[in-house]
């Protein structure tokens, strides 16, 4: 027993090679940290794809049609030689109705609501994708090219003190994001907002919003409210944390604000 307690105090004492300042919220450096062990994680966007589409799948709603979709006719066959096809039509009229080749007929092989449309993932092969994810938000290319604007001056991620938490406005917190520089992150969420394509605008996700900032704090309850007001910008906790936040349809390297509370917590990963 002595020997698992210190085999876990020496997992969350456990420092990685990586190297970054810590902001105070005027966005000065404050002093430097080392990052855990888990930011070293080597870089594999195949196990961080694989994880994403099992959460997406898993995510699913299970749906189909009515079990008589297509077939509330009285319908019957001409049978043959009337120079016509021989196809179900309605007894009072002509309309072909209930064959699947025709207009207005039923579905020849439906969706089944009982179809497990799941996938699955390894346990191992999850944590992995979720620490390369987490690894990935150190690569300054990886972050540009998912299209984020920040200023090349302050390592990623960006560690900011446990005083974040601590604001509860809004407003406050936008005045943070631009002492941080991340003023043109929040207007390319905020211009980005567009009406989305296709039949989803009926079905309540109207608008599309490109990702912005992932907020890590320790915990949530003080500063989560203000930060969800922000377009674009997502809040967790590292016990909430997972691949699909930090790499958002499986494109890692997304723009990443840490609290030093946070930052320890992870250290046992």
């Known amino acids: 027993m002595a020997d698992a307690k210190k085999t876990q105090t020496k997992n969350i004492t456990k420092k990685g090679t990586k190297k970054v300042n810590i902001y105070n919220l005027k966005g000065k450096v404050d002093k430097e940290t080392t990052l855990p062990a888990v930011f070293d994680t080597s870089y594999r966007p195949d196990v961080i794809r694989r994880s994403v589409v099992a959460a997406q ?85 990886l972050v540009a090219a998912r299209g984020h604007k ?25 005045d943070l994001f631009n002492s941080l520089e991340l003023d043109r992150e929040l207007d390319r969420a905020k211009n ?35 930060l969800n007001n922000i377009l674009g910008v997502d809040v967790a906790t590292p016990e909430s944390l997972n691949t699909e936040l930090l790499a958002p349809g499986g494109d890692p390297g997304r723009l990443v604000i840490i609290t030093q509370g946070a930052l320890e917590k992870m250290g046992g990963w």
């Not at 090349?152 to 960006?158: E, G, W």
């Not at 608008?207 to 500063?223: E, F, G, H, N, R």
Request: charged letters at 30%.
């Open 57 to 141: 799948a898993n995510r699913r709603q299970p749906y189909g049609p009515n079990v008589r979709a297509g077939q509330r006719h009285a319908a019957s066959t001409w049978g043959k030689g009337r120079g016509v096809a021989r196809v179900q039509r309605m007894t009072q009229g002509r309309r072909a109705v209930q064959s699947p080749n025709n207009v207005g007929g039923r579905r020849a092989h439906p969706p089944r609501p009982e179809e497990d449309r799941g996938k699955k993932i390894n346990v191992k092969e999850r944590r992995l994708g979720r620490a390369s994810a987490l690894a990935a938000t150190t690569n300054k290319q």
């Open 150 to 174: 920040f200023n090349a001056k302050f390592t990623l991620p960006l560690v900011v003190n446990d005083n974040f938490e601590k604001i509860q406005r809004t407003k406050k917190m936008i």
């Open 192 to 226: 980005g907002r567009h009406v989305r394509a296709g039949r989803g605008k009926l079905r309540g996700r109207r608008y599309k919003t490109p990702k912005s900032v992932l907020v890590i704090v320790s915990d949530d309850s003080t500063c989560g409210p203000a």
